[in-house]
């Protein structure tokens, strides 16, 4: 009887380890892939400004059609800066109109200007870059701020 209860016996099966050596390959493969991908974006603001505060403050949806222009003092003097360099307001149509041609289509069609205006600058500053930016048709202007907080 002994060699039938052999026939049915279950034979013990053990399962193989996981072999993980190339665990790290594929770890730095895909931050490698994500540090690639993502674009940073990010202005060194070469002028000085002491942004508003306000209280319907909203957050803008697409950053990929953002264009930043800051206005605050540089030097002592009332200074504009597009991205990250320092231009006059008369050159405002020119780089608009670049930045744009850089754009896909559909950012191109949504172009955002986000002003981050010092609070004490002068109307005449802002007016001139308002007129410059209606030139280059970059009509959707958003004024930045930051939210007052209230005391209770």
Same mark, same amino acid.
């Given at each position: 009887?002994?060699?039938? #209860?052999?026939?049915?016996?279950?034979?013990?099966? #053990?399962?193989?380890?996981?072999?993980?050596?190339?665990?790290?390959?594929?770890?730095?493969?895909?931050?490698?892939?994500?540090?690639?991908?993502?674009?940073?974006?990010?202005?060194?603001?070469?002028? %000085?400004?002491?942004?508003?505060?306000?209280?319907?403050?909203?957050?803008?949806?697409? %950053?990929?059609?953002?264009?930043?222009?800051?206005?605050?003092?540089?030097?002592?003097?009332?200074?504009?800066?597009?991205?990250?360099?320092?231009?006059?307001?008369?050159?405002?149509?020119?780089?608009?109109?670049?930045?744009?041609?850089?754009?896909?289509?559909?950012?191109?069609?949504?172009?955002?200007?986000?002003?981050?205006?010092?609070?004490?600058?002068?109307?005449?500053?802002?007016?001139?870059? %308002?007129?410059?930016?209606?030139?280059?048709?970059?009509?959707?202007?958003?004024?930045?701020?930051?939210?007052?907080?209230?005391?209770?």
């Amino acid at each position: 009887m002994r060699p039938m #209860q052999s026939m049915f016996q279950r034979k013990r099966h #053990q399962v193989p380890s996981l072999n993980v050596a190339s665990m790290p390959d594929l770890i730095f493969t895909v931050l490698f892939f994500f540090m690639i991908v993502t674009h940073m974006r990010s202005d060194e603001v070469k002028v %000085k400004l002491e942004v508003p505060q306000g209280s319907g403050v909203q957050k803008l949806a697409n %950053k990929a059609s953002v264009v930043n222009i800051y206005i605050g003092q540089f030097r002592g003097e009332w200074a504009v800066q597009l991205n990250g360099d320092l231009i006059e307001p008369d050159a405002i149509p020119a780089r608009i109109e670049e930045i744009r041609s850089g754009m896909s289509p559909e950012n191109a069609d949504k172009l955002t200007v986000s002003l981050r205006a010092d609070r004490h600058t002068p109307m005449g500053v802002i007016n001139d870059v %308002k007129q410059a930016l209606q030139q280059s048709y970059a009509l959707r202007i958003n004024y930045s701020a930051t939210e007052f907080k209230q005391n209770d």
